[in-house]
T-cell receptor, first 112, second 120 residues
Framework: DQQVKQNSPSLSVQEGRISILNCDYTNSMFDYFLWYKKYPAEGPTFLISISSIKDKNEDGRFTVFLNKSAKHLSLHIVPSQPGDSAVYFCAASMDSNYQLIWGAGTKLIIKP | DAGVIQSPRHEVTEMGQEVTLRCKPISGHDYLFWYRQTMMRGLELLIYFNNNVPIDDSGMPEDRFSAKMPNASFSTLKIQPSEPRDSAVYFC??????????????????FGEGSRLTVL
Protein backbone atom coordinates (compact mmCIF):
# COMPACT_ATOMS: atom_id res chain seq x y z
CA ASP A 1 0.00 0.00 0.00
CA GLN A 2 1.65 3.19 -1.19
CA GLN A 3 1.05 5.91 1.35
CA VAL A 4 2.96 8.51 -0.65
CA LYS A 5 2.39 8.64 -4.38
CA GLN A 6 4.10 10.53 -7.13
CA ASN A 7 2.02 9.65 -10.14
CA SER A 8 4.20 11.27 -12.77
CA PRO A 9 7.37 9.25 -13.42
CA SER A 10 8.78 12.09 -15.49
CA LEU A 11 8.18 15.71 -16.41
CA SER A 12 9.74 17.82 -19.13
CA VAL A 13 9.79 21.62 -18.79
CA GLN A 14 11.30 24.42 -20.83
CA GLU A 15 14.10 26.36 -19.19
CA GLY A 16 12.78 29.52 -17.58
CA ARG A 17 9.26 28.17 -17.14
CA ILE A 18 7.62 26.86 -13.99
CA SER A 19 8.05 23.22 -12.97
CA ILE A 20 5.30 21.73 -10.83
CA LEU A 21 5.86 18.37 -9.21
CA ASN A 22 2.97 16.69 -7.46
CA CYS A 23 2.65 14.32 -4.56
CA ASP A 24 -0.40 12.70 -2.97
CA TYR A 25 -0.63 10.93 0.34
CA THR A 26 -3.21 8.75 2.01
CA ASN A 27 -2.32 8.85 5.70
CA SER A 28 -3.89 11.82 7.46
CA MET A 29 -1.51 11.29 10.39
CA PHE A 30 1.44 12.59 8.40
CA ASP A 31 2.45 15.94 9.82
CA TYR A 32 5.64 16.75 7.99
CA PHE A 33 6.49 16.62 4.33
CA LEU A 34 9.81 16.89 2.56
CA TRP A 35 11.22 17.09 -0.91
CA TYR A 36 14.56 15.58 -1.82
CA LYS A 37 16.48 15.96 -5.03
CA LYS A 38 18.67 13.26 -6.51
CA TYR A 39 21.26 13.46 -9.26
CA PRO A 40 22.52 10.28 -10.98
CA ALA A 41 25.19 8.41 -9.03
CA GLU A 42 24.57 10.55 -5.95
CA GLY A 43 22.48 10.20 -2.84
CA PRO A 44 19.32 12.24 -2.37
CA THR A 45 19.78 15.71 -0.89
CA PHE A 46 17.25 17.60 1.16
CA LEU A 47 15.56 20.42 -0.72
CA ILE A 48 12.63 21.87 1.19
CA SER A 49 10.04 20.82 3.75
CA ILE A 50 6.71 21.88 5.17
CA SER A 51 4.89 21.24 8.40
CA SER A 52 1.22 20.31 8.34
CA ILE A 53 0.38 23.49 10.23
CA LYS A 54 1.36 25.50 7.18
CA ASP A 55 0.10 25.57 3.64
CA LYS A 56 3.11 27.14 1.97
CA ASN A 57 6.84 27.28 2.43
CA GLU A 58 9.17 29.19 0.17
CA ASP A 59 12.92 29.03 -0.29
CA GLY A 60 14.29 30.98 -3.20
CA ARG A 61 13.07 29.48 -6.45
CA PHE A 62 11.42 26.60 -4.61
CA THR A 63 7.97 26.70 -3.05
CA VAL A 64 6.07 23.81 -1.54
CA PHE A 65 2.29 23.99 -1.21
CA LEU A 66 0.27 21.74 1.05
CA ASN A 67 -3.45 21.07 0.68
CA LYS A 68 -4.40 18.95 3.67
CA SER A 69 -8.02 18.50 2.70
CA ALA A 70 -6.95 17.04 -0.63
CA LYS A 71 -3.95 15.24 0.89
CA HIS A 72 -1.85 16.79 -1.80
CA LEU A 73 1.38 18.70 -1.96
CA SER A 74 3.27 20.23 -4.80
CA LEU A 75 6.73 21.61 -5.42
CA HIS A 76 7.03 24.65 -7.66
CA ILE A 77 10.33 25.65 -9.21
CA VAL A 78 10.39 29.10 -10.78
CA PRO A 79 12.20 29.76 -13.01
CA SER A 80 13.41 26.30 -13.95
CA GLN A 81 17.10 25.95 -14.70
CA PRO A 82 19.10 23.18 -16.40
CA GLY A 83 20.67 22.26 -13.06
CA ASP A 84 17.24 21.41 -11.75
CA SER A 85 17.18 18.32 -13.95
CA ALA A 86 17.09 15.50 -11.41
CA VAL A 87 14.78 13.02 -9.74
CA TYR A 88 12.61 14.59 -7.06
CA PHE A 89 11.32 12.51 -4.18
CA CYS A 90 8.44 13.44 -1.94
CA ALA A 91 8.56 12.03 1.60
CA ALA A 92 6.29 12.21 4.63
CA SER A 93 6.61 11.52 8.32
CA MET A 94 4.67 11.42 11.55
CA ASP A 95 6.14 13.05 14.62
CA SER A 96 5.67 9.89 16.55
CA ASN A 97 7.43 7.77 13.98
CA TYR A 98 11.02 8.06 12.93
CA GLN A 99 10.52 6.72 9.46
CA LEU A 100 10.20 8.74 6.31
CA ILE A 101 7.73 7.29 3.83
CA TRP A 102 8.93 7.96 0.31
CA GLY A 103 7.26 8.43 -3.03
CA ALA A 104 8.63 6.71 -6.12
CA GLY A 105 10.14 9.91 -7.50
CA THR A 106 9.58 12.12 -10.53
CA LYS A 107 12.32 12.69 -13.06
CA LEU A 108 12.40 16.34 -14.05
CA ILE A 109 14.03 17.25 -17.34
CA ILE A 110 14.67 20.92 -18.08
CA LYS A 111 14.98 21.57 -21.80
CA PRO A 112 17.25 24.41 -22.95
CA ASP B 1 33.04 18.60 6.80
CA ALA B 2 32.99 15.25 5.04
CA GLY B 3 29.57 13.88 4.31
CA VAL B 4 28.38 10.33 4.73
CA ILE B 5 30.98 8.03 3.24
CA GLN B 6 30.05 4.70 1.74
CA SER B 7 32.18 1.93 0.31
CA PRO B 8 32.45 0.29 -2.07
CA ARG B 9 30.81 2.52 -4.68
CA HIS B 10 30.33 -0.45 -6.96
CA GLU B 11 30.33 -4.15 -6.22
CA VAL B 12 29.86 -6.97 -8.69
CA THR B 13 29.67 -10.43 -7.22
CA GLU B 14 28.34 -13.85 -7.93
CA MET B 15 25.30 -15.40 -6.41
CA GLY B 16 26.06 -17.06 -3.11
CA GLN B 17 28.92 -14.77 -2.18
CA GLU B 18 28.98 -12.62 0.93
CA VAL B 19 28.69 -8.89 0.42
CA THR B 20 29.64 -6.27 2.99
CA LEU B 21 28.74 -2.63 2.52
CA ARG B 22 30.26 0.01 4.74
CA CYS B 23 29.20 3.39 5.98
CA LYS B 24 30.78 6.20 7.94
CA PRO B 25 28.15 8.68 9.13
CA ILE B 26 28.68 12.37 9.66
CA SER B 27 30.51 12.94 12.90
CA GLY B 28 28.12 13.82 15.69
CA HIS B 29 25.06 12.34 14.05
CA ASP B 30 23.35 9.82 16.27
CA TYR B 31 20.93 8.33 13.77
CA LEU B 32 22.02 6.08 10.93
CA PHE B 33 19.76 4.64 8.25
CA TRP B 34 20.26 1.99 5.57
CA TYR B 35 18.10 2.31 2.47
CA ARG B 36 17.79 0.27 -0.68
CA GLN B 37 16.71 1.73 -4.03
CA THR B 38 15.35 -0.36 -6.86
CA MET B 39 13.35 0.51 -9.92
CA MET B 40 10.44 -1.60 -8.75
CA ARG B 41 10.19 -0.50 -5.14
CA GLY B 42 11.87 2.89 -5.02
CA LEU B 43 13.56 3.87 -1.76
CA GLU B 44 13.02 1.37 1.03
CA LEU B 45 14.20 1.78 4.60
CA LEU B 46 15.94 -1.41 5.68
CA ILE B 47 17.04 -0.58 9.21
CA TYR B 48 17.98 2.36 11.36
CA PHE B 49 20.14 2.86 14.43
CA ASN B 50 20.07 5.38 17.22
CA ASN B 51 23.24 5.75 19.25
CA ASN B 52 24.57 2.55 17.65
CA VAL B 53 21.53 0.53 18.72
CA PRO B 54 19.24 -0.97 16.05
CA ILE B 55 15.80 0.53 16.55
CA ASP B 56 13.74 -0.80 13.68
CA ASP B 57 14.85 -3.57 11.34
CA SER B 58 11.40 -4.42 10.02
CA GLY B 59 12.50 -3.39 6.55
CA MET B 60 15.25 -5.97 6.35
CA PRO B 61 13.98 -8.32 3.68
CA GLU B 62 15.33 -11.64 4.92
CA ASP B 63 17.63 -13.29 7.38
CA ARG B 64 20.31 -13.12 4.73
CA PHE B 65 20.56 -9.42 5.55
CA SER B 66 22.22 -8.18 8.70
CA ALA B 67 23.46 -4.79 9.86
CA LYS B 68 25.75 -3.73 12.66
CA MET B 69 26.98 -0.51 14.13
CA PRO B 70 29.90 -1.32 16.42
CA ASN B 71 30.63 2.35 17.11
CA ALA B 72 29.37 5.82 16.31
CA SER B 73 31.51 6.18 13.23
CA PHE B 74 30.97 2.91 11.41
CA SER B 75 28.21 0.64 10.22
CA THR B 76 28.03 -2.39 7.96
CA LEU B 77 25.27 -4.00 5.97
CA LYS B 78 25.97 -7.62 5.15
CA ILE B 79 24.23 -9.94 2.72
CA GLN B 80 25.06 -13.62 3.02
CA PRO B 81 24.46 -15.39 0.72
CA SER B 82 23.73 -12.83 -1.96
CA GLU B 83 21.15 -13.40 -4.69
CA PRO B 84 20.54 -11.68 -8.04
CA ARG B 85 17.38 -10.02 -6.66
CA ASP B 86 19.56 -8.18 -4.13
CA SER B 87 20.97 -6.10 -6.98
CA ALA B 88 20.21 -2.49 -6.12
CA VAL B 89 21.75 0.73 -4.91
CA TYR B 90 22.18 0.75 -1.16
CA PHE B 91 22.26 4.11 0.57
CA CYS B 92 23.41 4.98 4.03
CA UNK B 93 22.12 8.18 5.61
CA UNK B 94 22.68 9.90 8.92
CA UNK B 95 20.88 12.51 10.96
CA UNK B 96 21.53 14.23 14.21
CA UNK B 97 19.54 16.53 16.44
CA UNK B 98 20.04 18.24 19.70
CA UNK B 99 18.67 16.48 22.72
CA UNK B 100 19.31 13.08 21.27
CA UNK B 101 15.85 12.75 19.82
CA UNK B 102 14.83 12.44 16.24
CA UNK B 103 12.77 15.45 15.42
CA UNK B 104 10.59 14.54 12.52
CA UNK B 105 9.92 18.22 12.08
CA UNK B 106 13.29 18.64 10.50
CA UNK B 107 13.48 15.29 8.81
CA UNK B 108 16.71 16.13 7.07
CA UNK B 109 18.74 13.08 6.27
CA UNK B 110 22.21 13.28 4.82
CA PHE B 111 22.81 10.53 2.31
CA GLY B 112 25.98 8.94 1.10
CA GLU B 113 26.59 8.46 -2.60
CA GLY B 114 25.39 4.89 -2.46
CA SER B 115 26.83 1.46 -3.16
CA ARG B 116 25.66 -0.10 -6.40
CA LEU B 117 25.47 -3.86 -5.96
CA THR B 118 25.18 -6.26 -8.88
CA VAL B 119 24.76 -9.94 -8.10
CA LEU B 120 25.24 -12.19 -11.13
Amino acid sequence: DQQVKQNSPSLSVQEGRISILNCDYTNSMFDYFLWYKKYPAEGPTFLISISSIKDKNEDGRFTVFLNKSAKHLSLHIVPSQPGDSAVYFCAASMDSNYQLIWGAGTKLIIKP
Amino acid sequence: DAGVIQSPRHEVTEMGQEVTLRCKPISGHDYLFWYRQTMMRGLELLIYFNNNVPIDDSGMPEDRFSAKMPNASFSTLKIQPSEPRDSAVYFCASSGLAGGGYNANTGELFFGEGSRLTVL
